[in-house]
Structures are given as C-alpha cells and as structure tokens.
C-alpha cells in the first residue's frame, strides 16, 4: 500500500527558505503513472495547489508562487522536495503532498506538515 | 486562472436527510474531445488531509459509500448525500483540473442539525 509521509521543520523565519521533502513508501515514484503535487492549506482556509513533478523531472508551478519555487525529485530515495523562498507569515500552512493522475486529481494524500512562519 | 465557487459555505442537515452541495466553475470544466468533467470533489474531516470521493465529475472512489453521489457538467456541479450519518460530517471541497493551475472551491463545511 502506497503511503506518503511529509518531512521538514515546522518553523521556518521570514525571509528564509522552507524546505520539505516528501518520502513515498509502498510504490516507487518512478513508475510513470503519476504526478507528485505539493498543495498548502493556511490554518483555517481552504486548499491551495502549488506545483508538480513528473519522476522525469518535469516540473509546472502555481504561477502564484512560480519565482519562489522549486520542487525536485530524488528517484534513488523515492522521494520529492519542495523549497519555497522569502517566505513571509503569509506561508504558514499545512503543507501536504500528493498523487495525482494526468490530469492530477489528487488520489493519495500524506498526513501534512504544519510549517509556520515566525520569527 | 479558472474559479471555483461553492454554495452554501456551511451546511447543517439532521440525521437521516438528504445533504446538498454546489460548486461552479467560472469557465466550463467540460473537454468536449472526451465529453469528460474534470471535477473532483473530496472529504475532509478535521485534523486529516482531504479524501477523494468523485472525479470526472461522478467516477465514485473505491471504498466512498454509494450514499454519496457527484453529478453536473459543464460549469455546475453537485454533491449529495442521500442520507446523512454522523461520520460526513467534514468540509468539502471541489476541484477543476482541467487547466494550470488547478483550483479547489473554498469548501462548505457540513454539520448535523
């Protein structure tokens, strides 16, 4: 059974760089079949999708967010990571990440990491 | 940037009855080529990430009682629980993925009367 766990420190200063990684157990990252999402949800709000990356490295960004994003994938750790820049009290979130098909409805979750942004 | 709007925002239905949730896209989600709806609507049950229920609009997940059904095209779609049990209650979310970047609705969180 496929599972995804999200990992990365839960408090991040303004202006830094949150950094998370995504570690997919059960299923290898690199069967092709998938996109693997990182999507955010502020405490309280609703759900905002930020980006995706194909196991070949393909990538495509929220252009909301697209200058300070990137999100890489380490096949060899069946991992991906998300790094979001200049971050500001505004990206303090719950940060999950997930599998989606092509087109990527999104049919496999991590349990989402709180990232808060404070000094 | 396609919007998705939900109605109502809150929801409270007793027990037993029937439960109603309304999303609308802001430009059709309807790809004429496959005559597919890309909507999905998923659960989400305080402290857990979303679960999804329907995609294409009304393609049931494995295992999501058949008390839940999706339906709609084009830019109006809906959600319905035929019969309420305690464990829906959740906020619910719609999703458009039929064009970057994907949207979710703001959700309507459902209660019991």
């Known amino acids: 059974q496929v599972q995804l766990q999200e990992s990365g420190p839960g408090l991040v200063k303004p202006s830094q760089t949150l950094s998370l990684t995504c570690t997919v157990s059960?299923?290898?990252?690199?069967?092709?079949?998938?996109?693997w999402n990182w999507i955010r949800q502020p405490p309280g709000k609703g759900l905002e999708w930020i980006g995706y990356i194909y196991y070949s490295g393909s990538t495509y960004y929220n252009p909301s967010l697209k200058s300070r994003i990137t999100i890489s994938v380490d096949t060899s750790k069946n991992q991906f990571s998300l790094k979001l820049s200049s971050v500001t009290a505004a990206d303090t979130a719950v940060y999950y990440c997930?599998?989606?098909?092509?087109?990527?409805?999104?049919?496999?979750w991590g349990r989402g990491t709180l990232v808060t942004v404070s000094s | 940037d396609i919007v998705m709007t939900q109605s109502p925002d809150s929801l409270a239905v007793s027990l037993g009855e029937r439960a109603t949730i309304n999303c609308k896209s802001s430009?059709?989600?309807?790809?004429?080529?496959?005559?597919?709806?890309?909507l999905a609507w998923y659960q989400q049950k305080s402290g857990q990430p979303p679960k999804l229920l329907f995609y294409w609009a009304s393609t049931r997940e494995s295992g999501v009682p058949d008390r839940f059904s999706g339906s709609g095209s084009g830019t109006d779609f809906t959600l319905t629980i035929s019969s309420l049990q305690a464990e829906d209650v959740a906020v619910y979310y719609c999703q458009q993925y039929y064009s970057t970047p994907y949207s979710f609705g703001q959700g309507t969180k459902l209660e019991i009367k």
């Open positions: 059960g299923g290898s990252i690199s069967s092709g079949d998938y996109y």
């Open positions: 997930a599998r989606g098909y092509d087109p990527p409805y999104f049919d496999l």
């Open positions: 430009q059709s989600v309807l790809y004429s080529s496959n005559n597919k709806n890309y």
